[in-house]
C-alpha cells in the first residue's frame, strides 16, 4: 500500500502543496483532488491561481503522478497562474528530462526563488 500526504497551505500570493511519500496510479487521485478544491472546489480562488509543489519528501513519482502535475499546470495557466516545483530530488529531476516536461513544469532551487515574484504585501 502506497501512501502519500498532501498539506496545503495559503501562502501570500500562491498556494503551497507539500508531497511526502509515494505519487503513483493509486496516490493519484488523492493530489488531483487537491487541485480541484484549489481550482474551483472548497478553497477555489480565483485570486490565486499559482501553485508551488514542494517535492523534498516524495519519495517516488510515476507516469500517473507526473500526469497529475502536468494537468494541474495546464489548469492554472487557463487561470492566468501556474505551477511551479521545488525541492525536486534527481530521480524526479531525471523523470522531468526524459518526459521532456522540464519548461512545462518548471523547478526551482528552493521555494524563495520559486516564489519571488508570485508573493504580494498582505
Known amino acids: 500500500m502506497t501512501a502519500l500526504a498532501i498539506e496545503v497551505v495559503r501562502r501570500s500570493g500562491y498556494w503551497l502543496?507539500?508531497?511526502r511519500g509515494e505519487l503513483d496510479r493509486q496516490t493519484q487521485?488523492?493530489?488531483s483532488r487537491a487541485f480541484d478544491e484549489l481550482f474551483g472546489g472548497a478553497r477555489g480562488d480565483k485570486?490565486?491561481?499559482?501553485?508551488?509543489?514542494d517535492l523534498g519528501g516524495l519519495d517516488f513519482c510515476d507516469s500517473s503522478g507526473l500526469?497529475?502535475?502536468v494537468v494541474a499546470q495546464e489548469r492554472a495557466r487557463e487561470r492566468g497562474g501556474g505551477l511551479r516545483l521545488v525541492e525536486v530530488n534527481p530521480s524526479m529531476a531525471a523523470l522531468l528530462e526524459i518526459t521532456l516536461l522540464e519548461e512545462q513544469l518548471p523547478a526551482y532551487d528552493?521555494?524563495?526563488h520559486a516564489t519571488r515574484e508570485?508573493?504580494?504585501?498582505e
Open 17 to 19: 502543496l507539500t508531497l
Open 29 to 31: 487521485p488523492d493530489l
Open 47 to 53: 485570486e490565486c491561481p499559482h501553485v508551488v509543489c
Open 67 to 69: 500526469r497529475a502535475l
Open 110 to 112: 528552493d521555494l524563495d
Open 118 to 121: 508570485l508573493t504580494r504585501p
